[in-house]
């Protein structure tokens, strides 16, 4: 089963782990959709707000789960960069 309740549980579990790891997320906003240009791919799309900072990040895959994992490893690549602060200069 791709697509629908499996994705959005599995999305779900994820986004609250990333929230347990790091409690600066506040909010997030998920979409699924099919590329109108090229139909055999399929589109995560993740709006994750946190305090002071916002990320959007867009994937197409072969498959949601496929897109998904690849939102959800840049979101959290972005909040550890996000965590460990300001690069010294």
Do not use: W
């Amino acid at each position: 089963m791709d697509g629908g309740e499996a994705q959005e549980g599995y999305v779900r579990d994820k986004l609250l782990a990333l929230h347990r790891s790091y409690p600066a997320v506040r909010g997030a906003q998920v979409d699924f959709y099919v590329q109108g240009t090229n139909p055999g791919r399929t589109t995560c799309q993740i709006d994750l707000a946190t305090y002071g900072q916002s990320f959007r990040v867009r994937r197409s895959a072969d498959t949601y789960r496929e897109a998904a994992q690849q939102v959800l490893a840049e979101l959290t690549a972005k909040l550890e960069k996000q965590a460990a602060g300001p690069s010294p200069k």
